[in-house]
């Protein structure tokens, strides 16, 4: 029985592993190891698979309670691990390409808004929920969720404009289309 | 503008950003975590022995401290021997009245600042020009302190009170002595038995050492003492110039309704004990705790001991509040400590653990894969032939 369960829950995850990789990498840029976010998902999801309704639901249950992990975890913390963040940088210089340059610099960027804002964004802008599931992984109206997505962009593009090493990025990039 | 297509442009690409961790490795890493949070075989209940023993080890740590500390605490509130006496006994007296006196507070002296003031000479040593004659109760303890008391004042008047007009309008009520005895120049050792005697009958355990020189009696001590199951008192007194003083050393007691003493009194006159209450009720007084206490203090006015009671009572609370504020601190420290403590084990011990169990787990997790795989094709051969040999014996039949 466990072993049904547990191929069942992985023929499951395996079609959303990769937005559900990029949300975790989004999310806690600066703050953690996105893997750890995704092994202790991955567990919790586990651990309450028999209350998931229907399988089409499944995404939207796996970042709820993705959501709901990185809260608890947020309490627990008390300092930002800056070294985590200096050393994600570091690999990521020996492995990227400029376009994967100027993610990590969205990323940056998107680290400085607050969570509700953060998370409505990698949601609808990366991982491509709706609003309407948005509102359900985040447990709160669709308004909000547009209000977040709106306030969100708007210090979204400030913070963007304000880095002089983005602008000269995104300068290279337009040159270079 | 440019701005916002920017925006879009980068969320686009971080959709389609390639994934740094597979599918593969999130299964494994999924595998894994499940063996360990299921207690599995690799190591699983070392790492919880270990962790659950070096929790519980600073867990106990911190509670044996916790507790050492609240002994500790608990020890410095018990009383030592330098906290004062519970209270001293009040006796005032009325001097309006001939009968009545009013004693002032007395200084208490120990023997050894007696000094050369007082000595006595060794008994059946006479001198030939003075006749000095030395006599002695047998129990009298010449090693005790004595105590000499300073001539008071016969003014105090604080236990009356005066209306406007200065007319007295009010004083408390006089209790006189049970029995009372003036000590001059001219008492006699015949009248000093007699006074053991009355004491003696009266429960008081009665001492005295007496100088006599030509005749007259010039130097008495006093040894006095009351040992009952309830109440404890002793009294020293000692004058060394009743010949050239007109005031008597007067002694006295205050009985019971047994005809027992129930206290001692020191005075030259004649009553000394003052009372507010009604009949012969003297709760106004307050009583020494003896414990071996030899000395009394006299004081004019009870507010003065209610005043020294009140001070003990803040010098305890103040003593007891820095206890309480240094334990505080303590225990803060030790919470804060703990705290680290444990964070430091979580991130950095835990983490250490589980990368080395993953190492191990890796070639389990291979030979359960291989095992398994080989019972899965087992599985399928064996169906394989029971379906053969099934169509032999439908072909059998069939033929039949």
Redesign the interface.
């Known amino acids: 029985m466990s072993k049904k369960k ?1 191929n069942e829950f ?1 023929s499951l ?2 079609p959303v ?2 937005r559900f ?2 949300f975790c ?2 999310r806690v840029y600066g703050e953690m190891d ?2 750890d976010l ?2 202790e998902t ?2 919790k999801a ?1 651990e309450k698979f028999d209350t998931l309704r229907s399988k089409e639901a499944f995404l939207s249950f796996l970042f709820s309670i993705s959501v709901r992990v990185l809260a608890n975890t947020n309490r627990k913390k008390k300092e930002t691990t800056k070294l985590n963040q200096e050393a994600f940088i570091v690999k990521d210089k020996n492995s990227q390409t400029d ?2 340059a ?2 990590f610099l ?2 940056r960027a998107m680290a400085k808004l607050s969570v509700e804002q953060k998370e409505c ?1 990698i949601l609808f ?4 929920f709706s609003i309407k599931e948005i509102s359900e992984i985040q447990n709160t109206s669709e308004s909000n969720v547009k209000q977040r997505l709106r306030r969100g ?1 708007i210090r ?2 400030e913070l ?2 304000e880095k002089s090493e983005f602008a000269q990025v ?1 300068k290279g990039g337009q040159d270079g289309q | 503008m440019d701005n916002s297509f920017n925006m879009d442009k980068l969320f686009e690409q971080a959709s389609r950003i390639e994934t740094e961790v597979s599918f593969e490795d999130t299964k494994q890493a999924f595998m894994k975590s499940l063996i360990l949070s299921a207690g599995g075989v690799l190591a699983t209940k070392g790492v919880l022995k270990l962790l659950t023993t070096k929790k519980w080890l600073i867990m106990i740590s911190a509670i044996t401290t916790i507790s050492t500390a609240s002994v500790v605490a608990v020890m410095s509130f018990v009383p030592n021997d330098k906290e004062p006496i519970e209270a001293s006994q009040v006796i005032t007296t009325n001097a309006s009245d001939d009968q009545n006196i009013i004693q002032e507070e007395f200084v208490i002296e120990p023997l050894s600042e007696l000094g050369e003031n007082f000595q006595m000479e060794e008994d059946g040593v006479e001198d030939s020009n003075s006749d000095i004659i030395i006599f002695e109760s047998e129990d009298f303890d010449p090693t005790a302190d004595f105590i000499i008391y300073e001539e008071f004042d016969n003014d105090d008047t604080s236990h009356i009170e005066f209306d406007a007009n200065g007319n007295i309008a009010k004083t408390k009520k006089i209790i006189p002595y049970a029995e009372r005895f003036e000590i001059t120049s001219n008492t006699t050792e015949d009248e000093l038995r007699a006074m053991q005697t009355k004491a003696e009958e009266a429960g008081i355990k009665f001492n005295y050492k007496a100088k006599i020189k030509n005749n007259k009696l010039q130097r008495i001590s006093i040894q006095a003492k009351i040992d009952q199951r309830n109440n404890q008192q002793s009294m020293s007194i000692t004058s060394d110039d009743l010949k050239d003083s007109d005031a008597p050393v007067v002694f006295g007691w205050f009985e019971d309704d047994k005809g027992n003493a129930n206290e001692m009194g020191y005075g030259d006159e004649k009553n000394l004990k003052c009372c507010t209450g009604k009949g012969t009720n003297c709760s106004d007084h307050i009583h020494l705790d003896d414990g071996g206490y030899n000395n009394f203090i006299f004081s004019d006015d009870i507010e003065d001991a209610l005043d020294e009671l009140v001070d003990l009572e803040f010098e305890i609370s103040d003593d007891l509040k820095d206890v309480l504020e240094d334990l505080e601190d303590d225990l803060e420290k030790m919470g804060e400590e703990l705290e680290l403590t444990m964070n430091e084990i979580d991130m950095s011990e835990i983490n250490s653990i589980l990368d080395d169990l993953q190492l191990e787990t890796i070639d389990l997790m291979d030979e359960l894969e291989e095992q398994i795989e080989e019972l899965i094709l087992k599985g399928i051969d064996i169906k394989v032939e029971i379906d053969e040999d099934v169509k032999e014996e439908k072909e059998n039949k069939t033929e039949k």
């Open positions: 547990q992985l995850y395996e592993h990769d990789e990029r990498r989004a996105h893997q995704m092994n991955l567990l586990y376009k994967n100027e993610v969205l990323y964004l802008e990366i991982t491509g962009r979204l593009r963007l404009t995104s």
